[in-house]
T-cell receptor, first 112, second 115 residues
Framework: EDKVVQSPLSLVVHEGDTVTLNCSYE??????LLWYKQEKKAPTFLFML????IEKKSGRLSSILDKKELFSILNITATQTGDSAIYLC????????????FGKGTLLTVNP | KAGVTQTPRYLIKTRGQQVTLSCSPI?????VSWYQQTPGQGLQFLFE???????NKGNFPGRFSGRQFSNSRSEMNVSTLELGDSALYLC??????????????FGPGTRLLVL
């Protein structure tokens, strides 16, 4: 059975801290891994990762994929209260027909 | 470009009724996927349509169905509603070129409450 597991399920930090969110997966025919941020509305896209070892960066956020060990991490440095959200990891997999399997998300709370 | 739009945004129904939700993808996107999001189960894949054909389907009962029109707009239907169908239903569209999957962009969702 295809599965995507995120850890931790929730995390509370103070502004300025650095956090690392984890996503591990077991799927057939892996194609890519996506990270999303979800606040009180629909998820918004952060990163798409397809190759191992290549870091993607956007401001204070960065992410990397390890296709050998089947996991990805999302790093957020110098956290701000606006980073409080659910962070979702999703894996695109399948053959000619593809589907996405989502993890249950990590709830990040950044306190001032 | 306008984003993914979903209608209605909120809906209240009673058990046994049926409901139809609508999704208009980003212009040029031909792939439309539907998800159900609940606090307990997270985001779960319902189905995906491409060029009016259902390409993939998640593990949901036959009460959940969908279709896609020639303009890529999609509808999702749930018949014989149950209390457990209360959820946020999200639609996402993506641009697929050369068989390569691109990232998905989500609509704002339709929040369905079944009483």
């Amino acid at each position: 059975e295809d599965k995507v597991v995120q850890s931790p399920l929730s995390l509370v930090v103070h502004e300025g801290d650095t956090v690392t969110l984890n996503c591990s997966y077991e799927v057939t025919n892996f194609r890519s891994l996506l990270w999303y941020k979800q606040e009180k509305k629909a998820p918004t896209f952060l990163f798409m990762l397809t190759s191992s070892g290549i870091e993607k960066k956007s401001g204070r956020l960065s992410s990397i994929l390890d296709k050998k060990e089947l996991f990805s991490i999302l790093n957020i440095t110098a956290t701000q209260t606006g980073d409080s959200a659910i962070y979702l990891c999703a894996v695109v997999h399948g053959g000619s027909n593809y589907k996405l399997t989502f993890g249950k998300g990590t709830l990040l709370t950044v306190n001032p | 470009k306008a984003g993914v739009t979903q209608t209605p945004r909120y809906l209240i129904k009673t058990r046994g009724q049926q409901v139809t939700l609508s999704c208009s993808p980003i212009s040029g996107h031909r792939s439309v996927s539907w998800y159900q999001q609940t606090p307990g189960q997270g985001l779960q894949f319902l189905f995906e349509y491409f060029s009016e054909t259902q390409r993939n389907k998640g593990n949901f009962p036959g009460r959940f169905s969908g279709r896609q029109f020639s303009n890529s707009r999609s509808e999702m239907n749930v018949s014989t509603l149950e209390l457990g169908d209360s959820a946020l239903y999200l639609c996402a569209s993506s641009l697929e070129s050369g068989g390569q999957v691109e990232t998905q962009y989500f609509g704002p969702g339709t929040r369905l409450l079944v009483l």
